[in-house]
């Protein structure tokens, strides 16, 4: 197998200059540019530039993927609207890492392991996940502890099964879609989510007097934030709803929920909710083959009918239909007890096209024949 590596880069904020475009463009000849996105594939050799500095250069999300063991998303946010300490609970060394430069927070999380060794192509994921960057932005923590529960399976992180989890954001029982296409991409399991879910509150985002608050700030505070909207200052939102939360209101805290337990503790609740939903997804699965097989009863005469002329075709196709019935045939034979009956008109049509090979091939193929 060849090797893979994409490496997708998104400005949210601004456009790239000319001099940005010639700056990626002397980075690689294989970039494809837009005013906003740098895409790099590479099925031999390497990138040549330093993936954090073009980030922080140009950017504000980058994705790397490759089919040997590696997802990454690096996300750079403004230094003034957030507070790294918040983030800082949920690191792993060399696997969820903070970091600052003078002007931008980083996030940078990056995945390795056997579980990554498979073929995907990496164009169409970031867009389903530059949202996360606004959640954080706002606060929502989810990410990265979905993040730490991903490094934790890790086994090259060797990380101690006795090490308590970061505090638990609220609402993991209902994730955004940009998480959801995290989930995905960086193959975070549903089960374990679950499992982690048990000690996450629920909170409902409750309309906020936003209106009335502008209307109560002091009019030279109105008019600075209104010339930085003409402006284009893309921080201007967040800042504002943070000031007026402070003045009028209690900040939004999504700060989680210290529940004391180990990651240890999430694999064994994880390993009972997987069990727990494989004994549902059983039982839903036999009621509804039980449905599909009496809805079928009544038309298995008729059925019997359409594999005989079927076979009469002489063709690939048909006979191959006829297979596909007969399997039908042989579950509801099985579903009302009658095996036995089945096997016998199974040994009738061998009998009776002896000189069918194309046929008795695929019914042996298929395990209809009784040895």
């Given at each position: ?6 490496y997708e880069f998104?400005a949210?904020e ?14 690689s000849?294989?970039v494809?540019l837009?005013a ?7 099925n031999?050799g390497?990138?040549?530039?330093d993936p954090?500095q073009?980030l ?11 089919n040997?063991g590696?997802?990454?998303l ?6 003034g609207l957030v507070n790294?300490?918040?983030?800082e609970p949920?690191c792993v060394?060399?696997y ?10 980083i996030i940078d999380?990056?995945l390795?392991?056997e579980?990554y ?5 990496g164009?169409?994921?970031l867009?389903?996940l530059v949202?996360?960057r606004d959640?954080?932005?706002q606060g929502?923590?989810?990410l ?22 970061p505090p638990?954001p609220p609402n993991l029982?209902?994730?955004?879609p940009?998480?959801k296409t995290f989930?995905?991409l960086?193959?975070?399991e549903t089960?374990?989510i679950?499992a982690a879910?048990e000690?996450?509150?629920t909170r409902?985002?409750?309309?906020e ?5 502008i209307?109560?700030l002091?009019e030279n505070?109105?008019?600075?934030y209104l010339?930085?909207?003409?402006k284009g200052?893309?921080?201007?939102s ?6 007026l ?11 989680g ?9 999430l ?8 069990k ?20 079928l009863a ?8 359409e594999v005989?002329r079927l076979i ?5 196709k048909p006979y191959?239909?006829?297979i596909?019935?007969?399997k039908e045939?042989?579950?509801?034979a099985?579903?009302?007890?009658n095996?036995?009956?089945?096997y016998n008109?199974?040994k009738?049509i061998?009998?009776?096209?002896t000189?069918?090979?194309g ?8 395990g209809?024949l009784?040895s």
């Amino acid at each position: 197998m060849s090797e893979y590596q994409y490496y997708e880069f998104q400005a949210l904020e601004r456009t790239l200059t000319n001099a940005d475009q010639s700056y990626l463009k002397q980075l690689s000849s294989r970039v494809e540019l837009t005013a906003t996105n740098a895409q790099f594939v590479y099925n031999y050799g390497d990138f040549r530039g330093d993936p954090l500095q073009v980030l922080e250069r140009c950017f504000d999300l980058m994705l790397y993927v490759t089919n040997f063991g590696v997802r990454q998303l690096m996300l750079r946010l403004p230094k003034g609207l957030v507070n790294r300490t918040t983030f800082e609970p949920y690191c792993v060394p060399y696997y969820i890492c903070v970091s600052t430069t003078e002007k931008s927070v980083i996030i940078d999380i990056n995945l390795t392991g056997e579980d990554y060794y498979d073929w995907i192509e990496g164009e169409g994921w970031l867009s389903g996940l530059v949202a996360l960057r606004d959640e954080l932005l706002q606060g929502d923590l989810r990410l990265l502890y979905l993040a730490w529960l991903r490094a934790g399976l890790l086994e090259d992180a060797d990380i101690d099964l006795e090490v308590i989890e970061p505090p638990v954001p609220p609402n993991l029982k209902q994730l955004s879609p940009a998480l959801k296409t995290f989930v995905d991409l960086f193959k975070v399991e549903t089960d374990l989510i679950a499992a982690a879910a048990e000690a996450s509150q629920t909170r409902q985002a409750n309309p906020e007097p936003v209106a009335e608050w502008i209307a109560a700030l002091p009019e030279n505070e109105r008019n600075h934030y209104l010339l930085r909207v003409v402006k284009g200052d893309p921080h201007v939102s967040v800042e504002l709803i943070q000031h007026l939360r402070q003045m009028f209101s209690q900040p939004v805290v999504n700060a989680g929920k210290i529940s004391g337990r180990s990651l240890a503790n999430l694999m064994a609740s994880a390993e009972k909710a997987r069990k727990q939903r494989e004994h549902k997804e059983q039982l839903a699965a036999e009621k509804a083959k039980r449905a599909r097989l009496d809805a079928l009863a009544p038309l298995a005469d008729t059925l019997w009918q359409e594999v005989f002329r079927l076979i009469e075709l002489k063709q690939t196709k048909p006979y191959d239909r006829a297979i596909a019935h007969l399997k039908e045939l042989r579950e509801l034979a099985e579903h009302q007890g009658n095996l036995k009956e089945f096997y016998n008109r199974i040994k009738q049509i061998k009998q009776q096209y002896t000189n069918r090979p194309g046929l008795i091939s695929r019914l042996q193929k298929a395990g209809l024949l009784k040895s």
